[in-house]
């Protein structure tokens, strides 16, 4: 079983560099377009690591949509009848900026919700939804995908390798993959993605592993004692991007209209597109 960290496509307000944590910031049409791409990827590698199987989103639109063209992708694989729920979790929002949500990068943000807060949030989410979810799939192929926001996935992270993988904390830690400071233990790039192997391990007393921590209860006596063994495989995946370029004149940056008949047809123009491709 695979376990995706996604973070969410380009937004409006990346591109104008402004501070978007609680701030509803809509993807651009260049963000529309990664996500479609990433959606693609993970559907044309499920003939190997399986379909998704649960998909958690933040509540804001940039996640939610990111991760809602993920699962309409998965429509297009041969086999797979029903559809994934998508689940949004408020829990999964970016860092709240408070007096700097909407102000330029830079300003100063005294009052902005602390790591502490954060990691508050990701473990709820992790014990509540996550933990059931990975106990759902156990010894099966699949992948359990969640799109949130770089902050806020640098402390579900935290969460998640604390718990079961303090080992993998540390080398991730060591290899410098976040070069943010010292709570960034990676880093995203839109709709880059940190890849995990779950594999199940029994363990021989009560522990706070992600499994462990629900299928202990007197409820599910068969997994008593089980937990689960992260190994981060992949960071920051952005193999899905290769070759895509933001269209010219200010289209890309513009916020993305789902009322258009296609992303192709509005990017390009019959006449235009191979042009554009060139």
């Known amino acids: 079983m ?13 591109v104008a560099g402004l501070y978007a944590g609680t701030r509803d910031s809509p993807l651009t049409t260049h963000g529309a377009l990664q996500a479609h791409r990433l959606a693609s990827h993970l559907a044309s590698r499920s003939s190997t690591i399986g379909p998704a199987t649960h998909v958690f989103s933040s509540d804001l639109r940039r996640a939610a949509d990111t991760a809602q063209a993920v699962i309409d992708a998965q429509g ?6 029903e559809q994934v729920r998508l ?23 005294p009052d902005a919700e602390t790591h502490e807060a954060m990691r508050v949030r990701a473990d709820r989410f992790v014990r509540m939804q996550l933990a059931p979810a990975l106990q759902a799939q156990a010894g099966r192929v699949g992948m359990v995908v969640i799109v949130s926001h770089g902050i ?31 709570e960034y233990v990676a880093s995203w790039s839109n709709t880059g993605y940190l890849e995990m192997v779950v594999a199940e391990a029994p363990v021989a ?31 920051n995946a ?5 070759g895509l370029k933001k269209t010219r004149g200010g289209i890309g940056s513009a916020q993305f209209d789902s009322r258009q008949r296609t992303m192709d047809s509005f990017l390009f123009p019959a006449s235009k597109k191979r042009k554009a491709e060139e």
Do not use: M, W
């Open 2 to 14: 695979r376990l995706l960290l996604v973070r969410h496509g380009e937004t409006v307000d990346n």
């Open 205 to 235: 007393r009560p522990s706070r592993g992600l499994v462990g921590s629900v299928s202990g209860s007197a409820s599910s006596p068969s997994r008593q004692g089980s937990t689960v063994a992260l190994t981060v495989v992949k960071v």
């Open 76 to 81: 297009t694989i041969p086999g797979e009848r």
């Open 87 to 109: 689940v949004k979790v408020a829990d999964l929002r970016e860092r709240d900026f408070r007096s700097a949500e909407g102000k330029r990068y830079g300003a100063p943000h």
């Open 238 to 242: 952005v193999e899905h991007l290769a």
């Open 152 to 182: 806020l996935l640098n402390a579900l992270l935290r969460v998640l390798l604390g718990r079961s993988a303090p080992g993998e904390l540390t080398r991730l830690a060591a290899s410098g993959a976040g070069r943010l400071g010292a």
